[in-house]
């Protein structure tokens, strides 16, 4: 099994879910020239990350490959079981981080793409932080009271979360003021897998695990 990713973006989540599992993979950093790059637009003709590769199966799409690998793998129980009640929230949520919260941040980091007025971009930055505080409040009011996204234990949703709860750390108003959601991070930043990841990246966590 074979992950394209790129450090620090949203195909983390893709790489601590393979670590959980504990099978051999490989993973491919990629940068923007190189998901451009015609070997690669075969494979994900959005020339973006992640596509993972399992013998014939060519899959791109986070939310998809984080499915998959919850169900190819049921007995390292990443997600809940086809058929539960919880699977059903792990949909939702998987949704909510993947269509929501994930472009919502798309005008923070690329502002360009959305003014035709150069002098423009520090008000789109503004609005897209008006909807990611938005979006991180409502999950961080959905955390109040759980351990995690969805059940009683760690899944693919926390590890969809962390990513971009890490980009969060950066804005005027940083991850830390979300406790619940902060609370869940800094567990995950404690995970040996989590740190593996990282260490593969050549990233390191956003939080300061001795405070």
């Known amino acids: 099994m074979k992950l394209y990713s790129a450090p620090g973006t949203c195909a983390t989540a893709m790489h601590i879910a393979l670590e959980w599992i504990g099978k051999p993979y490989e993973v491919e950093h990629l940068d923007y020239a190189g998901m451009k790059s015609p070997e690669y637009l075969k494979l994900n003709p959005s020339g973006v990350v992640p596509t993972i590769v399992d013998g014939d199966l060519i899959l791109p799409e986070g939310m998809a490959i984080l499915l998959y690998l919850v169900d190819q793998n049921p007995d390292v129980?990443?997600?809940?079981?086809?058929?539960?009640?919880?699977?059903?929230e792990l949909h939702r949520?998987?949704?909510?981080?993947?269509?929501?919260?994930?472009?919502?941040?798309?005008?923070?980091f690329t502002p360009m793409r959305f003014t035709t007025d150069e002098d423009g971009h520090a008000a789109v930055q503004a609005a897209s932080h008006v909807l990611v505080d938005k979006a991180l409040t409502q999950i961080d009011t959905h955390l109040e009271g759980r351990e995690w996204m969805v059940g009683n234990a760690k899944s693919v949703a926390d590890a969809f979360l962390y990513p971009m709860?890490?980009?969060?750390?950066?804005?005027?108003?940083?991850?830390?003021?979300?406790?619940?959601?902060?609370?869940?991070?800094?567990?995950?930043?404690?995970?040996?897998?989590?740190?593996?990841?990282?260490?593969?990246q050549g990233t390191?966590?956003?939080?300061?695990?001795?405070?």
């Open 204 to 211: 390191s966590a956003r939080v300061d695990l001795t405070a």
């Open 93 to 108: 949520w998987l949704v909510y981080l993947s269509g929501t919260l994930h472009p919502y941040f798309w005008p923070h």
């Open 77 to 88: 129980e990443i997600g809940p079981a086809f058929g539960t009640a919880e699977r059903n």
């Open 165 to 200: 709860a890490n980009w969060a750390y950066d804005l005027e108003k940083p991850t830390t003021k979300y406790k619940n959601i902060d609370r869940i991070i800094r567990k995950l930043a404690a995970d040996p897998a989590v740190q593996k990841v990282h260490k593969a």
